[in-house]
């Protein structure tokens, strides 16, 4: 049906596909470290040569009532609910940021436990609803 | 229905064609807008900035089909040369750049508010760079090789590498850990987004669907008869 002209071509464009598609694998697969935006705190923990000088983001959840502030500085726990570690932080937090929600903090860790954040970022989830459903879930959820 | 888009059958398109759908895209969009500005609540944490979305998710929506559809014309083209091929696809291709900026520029419009800062580069914002970057090419190819048979080489070869980004836009948030928050809508589970939401959403993305398709018309129209006319002159 097809003509022998058609076939090579079929032939020949889809071993370059393949290949090409494996190229693109190798190269993400490579460069994985600067592909993540941020390391959670197990990954942290886990990761034997984290670097102490190097600027990176730390991301997770604010635990519950973990937020403590005072004058100049706020302190809270990002937990990923199996590791936690203790962010310090100077200045302005974004509106989003609350106990409970997704946070990115920037800056560099003191040791495995302790993070000196420069810049905090809320993160938002995948959920979006009205604040009634909103209050409605956490009453069933009490 | 296909053959509608054979060059001699979209030269008889009447404007009157093109006067319903535009007909249509009001009142859809119309629709779409009073919903999603007035009617639909404000989100449970980000307030009334979730309002970007029903623009954002749509034209992100738009700017990756767009491109698929490049692609897999670039592949029918390379392999069968079929003369329709190319231009389908460069007529389609600037409404999906189009939307690609749109999408950047609405998401860093949410970002602000939402994560405080306008842009990070990771891998979702970054490969929706890469796909407006493509979609450049792409353009620029037909733009300045002058010679239709090389643009029409070159620019499937660049829509055939550009699509291999599609999927790793699509699946950028679940692979790698991103700012950008994972899909909400996805085929294998319920939508995550509440229904009061996700009705003026689907509105949103009829009306910029239907958008698009007006303006596709146009262009490939346009593109039909110029290259006819190219024709014309290179037999004299």
């Known amino acids: 049906m097809l003509g022998k002209k058609v076939k090579s071509r079929i032939f020949f464009l889809s071993l370059s596909l393949i290949l090409f598609a494996i190229i693109i694998f190798a190269i993400l697969r490579s460069l994985e470290e600067n592909v993540v935006y941020f390391l959670s705190p197990t990954e942290i923990y886990n ?43 100077n200045g302005l937090v974004p509106n989003l940021f609350s106990e409970g929600k997704g946070v990115i903090a920037e800056g560099k860790l003191k040791d495995k436990k302790y993070f000196i954040a420069s810049k905090i970022l ?21 | 229905m296909f053959k509608n888009f054979f060059p001699n059958k979209i030269l008889s398109l009447t404007n009157k064609t093109i006067n319903n759908l535009i007909v249509l895209l009001i009142a859809v969009v119309a629709v779409g807008l009073v919903y999603s500005l007035f009617v639909s609540p404000p989100d449970y944490i980000q307030g009334d900035s979730v309002r970007i979305m029903y623009v954002h998710v749509p034209s992100s ?32 291709a600037p409404i999906g750049c189009t939307f690609s900026i749109i999408s950047i520029v609405t998401g860093s419009l949410w970002g602000k508010p939402t994560w405080g800062i306008w842009w990070v580069w990771d891998a979702r914002l970054t490969s929706m760079i890469i796909l407006l970057l493509f979609y450049i090419f792409y353009i620029l190819s037909w733009k300045f090789i002058s010679n239709f048979e090389k643009a029409n080489k070159i620019s499937s070869v660049i829509g055939i590498i550009g699509s291999f980004n599609l999927p790793v836009i699509k699946y950028s948030v679940d692979w790698w ?16 987004i509440h229904h009061t939401m996700l009705i003026p959403l689907i509105i949103m993305f009829f009306g910029l669907v239907i958008f698009s398709l007006i303006i596709f018309l146009m262009k490939y129209k346009t593109e039909v008869m110029r290259f006819k006319i190219e024709k014309k002159k290179n037999f004299k």
């Open chain 2, 61 to 92: 929506f738009i700017a990756l089909g767009c491109f698929g559809f490049i692609g897999v014309a670039s592949i029918c083209n390379l392999i069968f040369k079929i003369k329709l091929m190319p231009l389908l696809a460069k007529s389609i």
């Open chain 2, 177 to 192: 850990n991103t700012l950008h928050q994972p899909s909400s809508i996805t085929l294998t589970s319920a939508p995550t």
């Open chain 1, 47 to 89: 990761n034997e040569k984290i670097s102490f000088e190097k600027t990176i983001r730390v991301g997770g959840l604010v635990k519950m009532n973990s937020i403590s502030k005072n004058e100049t500085s706020i302190n809270f726990i990002i937990t990923d609910l199996k590791k936690e570690i203790i962010v310090s932080y």
């Open chain 1, 122 to 142: 809320a993160k938002h989830d995948e959920n979006y609803m009205p604040p009634e459903v909103s209050k409605a879930l956490e009453m069933s959820n009490n």
